[in-house]
Structure formats: structure tokens, C-alpha cells
């Protein structure tokens, strides 16, 4: 396997260089949490009842209502006006627009549109990022998403509305991946978890949980969805500092930019290095890629039979964990708080679940973290069913304990999910492969009115049928190779012989390091050192042990 890693150490692989990298993605992260709101904002419907006829001292009903009110003074059964009661006194898209009752279906066919577009984005924006590379593809997404939310400001029809929404969708998925691609092809195998979680958990959860409480400072949508296209000023800076992949750009064979991107982090992180090295490097390169296959795309991945074992079972635990998510919300329905308590309840819980992941994930092996996920979202799925089956009347403490705890678990999932997917898939096709398991299991989350439909042939059958497939993703989780301090796999080769050596019973915390600490590359057995570059490395550490 091709070990890019090596040469990063010798940039430096968590120097000036990544700690500006991270700093820019945590900034994305926190507009992008922004953005991620924006939409339930824009879709948010007040309380509202007809006003035609009303006294305007008149109380508020309990519940909204498109027809007069039985002491109107009008005899019609259509309105003409409606009275919003404003939470926090704002100012809503719906409640400006009126798009309520008969009108409805206006603010649902954007949704619609919206969601389209996030799961277009994740195909489309997946292949070209593996065509194009991943920076400009970050930076192209992040703009027209921008531009969706500023048009959205002005004045327009349903049809421009939707497409607006659609425009905006596409930056969903794709940040989400992208900046952790980024960040996983750039650090050290020992960082990644760290960096990830601290750059994503921790500053999504920043953004997310300030969200609602922007919203009710600003008070008016339109002024909120200006504030969202903030990203387009953070663009600029994206583009100066944030090279592009070098293992992406090993993988395309792109070689004469992969050595510029390295003399770049090189030169950023004070690191001299001599010409001869890259060349060294590049010969090895071109070695080990011989027989790679040129311009891979997703269909060759599922064509080799270990790589697409990885993708169904990747895509499996994914659609567990959304559906999982269903449950949860679907058991506080009736629960009658605050929506910006609610979300920053929901919010809060992505800052421990990224504790844990930082803790476990690194100790125990990705493998083992997704096996004991799968094994007790089978018991979480189960138990708050039953408590909540044997409550008359569940009090709002333990609704919201259930949703708190379930929330936390369903990020913990979520978070261990996203990053042992990258690090399974080759870079070559990373981008398509996340996009393609994005797109299949939100397709198939849309179908969940139909599994929790069932509860009407049997109450507890919804979450029977989800803890059995989850107990049967936990089985084929054994059957991953572990990519805990592991390199990535670079093409579509590298990732088929990815764990060829390990065993369904091999776990990262009860097997001895595969691969040696980056920080002594060359403490390899002399047989196992190809020629060129580690040749080169391996007589350099000798004369420096000699001398």
C-alpha cells in the first residue's frame, strides 16, 4: 500500500499549515451549522388563527385555525386575515407569506426542492470532487448555496422560491464530507479522530445551539437569511491557505501538482526539504501505482467484491442510525415546549457524543465502536418503546430525558459512522462512495411514514423490525477490516487488500499495531522495504544510528 503519509510527516503533518487548515474548517463548520437551520427556520408555522371579524383584545385559541372563530362576527367560513402569535417576537417566512392553510402547499413544495437538492448535491458535487478535486468543489457548493439564501431575501413567486430552495440544499451533505475529507487526508492517522471531532462536533455544536438564539436577536427572517450568506466571504481566505489533497492528487496521478502542494505545506511549515526527496517519492509512486486502475469512478468500486461488502455494510449501519433518529422524534411528538428549546436541546447533545468519540475511538478501534453502537441501539431502540408503552400519561421530564440520552447516542453513532466510512473507502472514489451511502439512505429514511405506520398491525412492531436489522448490521460489522493508526487506502487495489491480513474477530484494541508510529516511519524489517524511496529513508536512519 502506498504510504502518503510518510512524505506529510517529513511537511509536516500537524504544523502551521493543518492548524490554519483547521482553523478555516472549524469557521466553515460554524456557518455551515447556520446554514443547516436556516431551512426549519424558513419552514417554522407560528400558531396562527383567522383574525377576520376578531376584537383585537381578543385571547389567542389553544390551537391554530384556518376557519373563523365561533365568536367572529362574520358568517363566512373563508379568511381573508390571519393573527401569528410570534415566538419570541419573530418575524417568520410562513407567517410574512401567509403560506398557510390552502396556501400550505407552498412552503411543502419548497421543502421538497430542498431536499432534492441536498441529495442531487451528494452524487453530483461527490463525483465531480473526485474529477476536480475537493477544494474547489468545497468552495463552488459554499458559493451557490450563498447565493440560494441572499436571492431568497427578495420578493418572488412559488416557482422562484423553490428553486432558491433547491440551490440551497446542496451545500448540506457536502460540507459535512468534504471538510472532513480534507481533514482526514492532511493529519496524522493518531490526530484524526481528535481533529475532526474538535473541528466538526465542537464548532457545529457551537453554531447550531447559537442559532436559535440569533434568530430571536435578529427577529426577522429576511435579515437572518443575510446574515447566513456570511460563507461567501470566507471563500477567499479558503482558497489562499487550503491546498489541495495531496492523496487525491496521487491517486488522479496528478503528480507535478501533488509535489507543488507538498513544497507548499513544506514552505508553510517551515520545513526544508530537498528536491531529490520528492523525486524519490514520486519514483515510488509511479512504482506502486503500475497496475491502478486510471480514473476509477463508484461503479468500479462496487465491481470488487471486499470494497462493495464494505459499502452495503457502511450504507446499512447509516440507514439504522436515521431511522433511529425517526424513533426518537417520533417518541416526543406530543412533547409541548419551546421549538428553539427544543433544537438547542437536540444541538447540545453533538459536543459529549464528540467527547466519546474522542475517548473511544482511538482506544478501542473503529471496528469495536461500531459494533457496541449497533449492539446497544438495539436495546435504546427497545426500552424507551416499552417505558413509554407502560405510561398512561409520559410526564415532559421523561420525554425529554428520552430525547436528551437518544439524541446524544444518535450523534455518537452518527459521528463514529462518518469518519470509519472515510477511512475505508479509497481516496480515489472517497468522494463519490460518501455521496452515493449519503443519497441511498436518505432515499430510504424517506420512507419512514411507512415502517411507523405499522404500529397499526402491532404497537411495538416498528421498533422490532429496526432492532433486528440492527442486530444483524452489528454482525456484519465483523466482517470490517480496522483502520485505527492505519494508512489511508489510496486506490481502488489498496482498499481490497485493506485488513486482508486480519480476521472478523480482529479488533483495534486486542491486536498489536500493524502499521509502525509515523514518527519512525522506517522501523520496518528490511524485507518489507520497497525500493527507492524507503530504501533511501531506512540507509539515512542507519548512518544517523551509526554516527
Not at 49 to 69: I, M, N, Q, V
Not at 273 to 282: A, K, T
Not at 397 to 407: K, R
Amino acid at each position: 500500500m502506498l504510504e502518503v503519509d510518510n512524505i506529510l510527516e517529513k511537511c509536516g503533518d500537524f504544523s502551521r499549515q493543518q492548524r490554519i487548515m483547521l482553523v478555516l474548517c472549524s469557521l466553515l463548520n460554524l456557518l455551515s451549522a447556520i446554514h443547516f437551520l436556516s431551512n426549519p427556520i424558513i419552514n417554522y408555522v407560528p400558531k396562527y388563527w383567522c383574525a377576520d371579524g376578531l376584537d383585537p383584545g381578543a385571547p389567542p385559541p389553544k390551537e391554530s385555525s384556518c376557519k373563523p372563530l365561533y365568536n367572529n362576527s362574520t358568517n363566512s367560513d373563508t379568511c381573508n386575515k390571519y393573527n401569528y402569535e410570534l415566538h419570541m417576537g419573530f418575524q417568520s417566512f410562513v407567517s410574512e407569506k401567509n403560506w398557510i392553510c390552502d396556501e400550505g402547499w407552498k412552503i411543502r413544495k419548497g421543502q421538497a426542492y430542498f431536499l432534492a437538492g441536498r441529495l442531487i448535491s451528494s452524487l453530483f458535487m461527490g463525483y465531480l470532487a473526485d474529477i476536480l478535486g475537493r477544494v474547489p468543489i468545497l468552495i463552488l457548493t459554499n458559493v451557490i448555496a450563498t447565493s440560494g439564501n441572499f436571492l431568497t431575501i427578495f420578493n418572488m413567486n412559488v416557482d422562484l422560491f423553490c428553486i432558491f430552495r433547491f440551490v440551497c440544499g446542496f451545500v448540506i451533505n457536502t460540507n459535512v464530507t468534504f471538510i472532513r475529507i480534507l481533514i482526514v487526508e492532511y493529519m496524522r492517522p493518531s490526530l484524526r479522530t481528535v481533529c475532526l471531532n474538535i473541528c466538526s462536533g465542537f464548532f457545529i455544536c457551537l453554531g447550531m445551539a447559537s442559532t436559535s438564539w440569533i434568530v430571536a436577536l435578529i427577529g426577522n427572517w429576511r435579515r437572518f437569511m443575510l446574515f447566513d450568506s456570511l460563507p461567501i466571504f470566507v471563500m477567499p481566505i479558503f482558497v489562499i491557505f487550503v491546498p489541495e489533497s495531496v492523496q487525491w492528487l496521487i491517486s488522479r496521478k496528478k503528480y507535478d501538482k501533488a509535489i507543488a502542494s507538498l513544497k507548499r505545506v513544506a514552505k508553510i511549515n517551515g520545513r526544508q526539504i530537498d528536491d531529490s526527496v520528492f523525486e524519490e517519492f514520486i519514483e515510488d509512486c509511479k512504482f506502486s501505482q503500475q497496475n491502478t486502475k486510471k480514473n476509477p469512478n463508484l461503479l468500479h468500486l462496487l465491481r470488487m467484491p471486499r470494497l462493495r461488502r464494505i459499502f452495503l455494510i457502511m450504507l446499512l449501519e447509516l440507514t439504522v442510525i436515521l431511522f433511529y433518529r425517526e424513533l426518537i422524534k417520533h417518541h416526543i411528538r406530543h412533547l409541548n415546549i419551546s421549538p428553539f428549546v427544543r433544537s438547542s436541546s437536540l444541538i447540545t447533545s453533538i459536543l459529549p457524543a464528540s467527547l466519546v468519540v474522542i475517548i473511544l475511538q482511538d482506544r478501542i478501534g473503529r471496528k469495536a465502536l461500531a459494533l457496541t453502537i449497533l449492539l446497544l441501539i438495539v436495546l435504546f431502540i427497545l426500552l424507551p418503546s416499552v417505558l413509554l408503552l407502560h405510561a398512561a400519561n409520559p410526564s415532559t421530564p421523561l420525554l425529554l430525558t428520552i430525547y436528551v440520552f437518544g439524541s446524544v447516542f444518535f450523534q455518537l453513532a452518527f459521528l463514529s459512522n462518518i469518519q470509519y466510512t472515510l477511512e475505508l473507502v479509497p481516496t480515489c472514489v472517497r468522494s463519490q462512495a460518501m455521496g452515493a451511502i449519503f443519497f441511498i439512505a436518505y432515499v430510504l429514511y424517506i420512507c419512514k411514514g411507512y415502517i411507523l405506520n405499522l404500529r397499526e398491525v402491532f404497537v411495538l412492531l416498528p421498533e422490532m423490525i429496526l432492532g433486528v436489522i440492527a442486530f444483524m448490521g452489528a454482525c456484519f460489522c465483523l466482517l470490517l477490516p480496522e483502520t485505527m493508526n492505519r494508512t489511508l487506502p489510496c486506490s481502488l487495489e489498496d482498499g481490497e487488500k485493506l485488513g486482508n491480513d486480519e480476521h472478523w474477530y480482529t479488533f483495534g484494541c486486542t491486536k498489536k499495531r500493524t502499521q509502525p508510529s509515523l514518527k519512525t516511519p522506517w522501523q520496518h524489517k528490511m524485507g518489507n522495504v520497497e525500493a527507492g524511496f524507503r530504501s533511501l529513508l531506512y540507509v539515512a536512519y542507519v548512518n544517523e544510528y551509526i554516527c
